[in-house]
């Protein structure tokens, strides 16, 4: 089981730029929080109202929330920044981050992506996402969302002021980026990932427990990823507990200019 953060700058970033591949991880049986760091108070729509929207695409892709609530178009990557990401990936003990691709014309989206490479400076897998503003992309790592196209885009959907109000959320480019991923990556669908870090890991142990995932049930005995769903659920339930207490509450200041 792999413990995944992905980290956007504003509402519905993640969802835009990784939310197959969230998906992906979900249904393997992987825990997923997200890091939403601020409320997005210059896009359409009140920050109260983002905060819904956030936390209703959370709950669609059954992952944890973390709403920072700082101030959005301020972010810099200072050691304030650096701290906020570094106590999320501690929080969900992270071994997997995606963030957005330095190369991007948003000030906050390249502040969370040079933030997030200090914070995770230890990790061994840290990939970036591509975001309607990015500029340089050359993705060479693919997730395959051909099963999880719906929900990315249902989890988008959740963020109803962006969709109405945003020229930058669109689903009918979400599927054709999709499709044009898939192509590079010989598949049907894809997300991309230009990755700072990435470590495969062909060790035994894991191919043990891939092999056990594929294995089918016995009869009277559960399935090993039926256990591992029991051992996921006690691992949120911990981490429900373990998460600070800015998790799941609205910002303080709801700010709209
Ligand atoms: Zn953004």
């Avoid at 957005?100 to 061994?124: F, K, N, Y």
């Avoid at 016995?218 to 039926?226: E, F, I, K, L, V």
Wanted: a negative charge; hydrophobic letters at 40%; glycine letters at 6%.
């Amino acid at each position: 089981m792999r413990r995944v953060l992905a980290v956007g700058a504003h509402p519905d970033d993640i969802e835009l730029g990784c939310a197959g591949t969230i998906a992906a991880h979900r249904a393997a049986g992987d825990l997923v929080t997200m890091l939403v760091l601020t409320g997005g108070q210059n896009g359409p729509g009140p920050t109260s109202e983002r905060w819904a929207e956030a936390q209703r695409a959370a709950l669609l892709l059954d992952v944890e929330l973390i709403w920072s609530g700082l101030i959005d178009c301020t972010l810099v990557p200072d050691s304030g920044l650096i701290a906020t990401i570094e106590h999320a990936i501690t929080a969900c003990a992270a071994d997997v981050i995606y963030v957005h691709a330095p190369d991007d014309s948003h000030q906050d989206h390249r502040a969370a992506a040079a933030a997030t490479l200090s914070a995770g400076r230890l990790g061994s897998r840290i990939l970036h996402y591509r975001s309607p503003s990015t500029v340089q992309f050359n993705p060479s790592v693919f997730v395959d969302v051909s099963e999880h196209l719906g929900t990315k885009l249902a989890a988008l959907d959740c963020h109803r002021t962006q969709v109405d109000g945003s020229s930058m959320v669109d689903s009918e480019v979400v599927v054709v980026s999709a499709r044009y991923f898939g192509a590079l990556a010989r598949i049907q669908y894809a997300e991309a990932f230009a990755p700072a870090r990435f470590v495969w890991d062909l060790s035994p142990q894991a191919r043990e427990t891939e092999r056990s995932r594929s294995e089918p049930s016995r009869a009277g005995q559960p399935r090993a990823d039926q256990t591992r769903s029991d051992q996921t659920r006690d691992d949120q339930a911990r981490r429900e507990r373990d998460l600070p207490q800015q998790r799941h509450q609205p910002p303080n200041e709801v700010r709209t200019w």
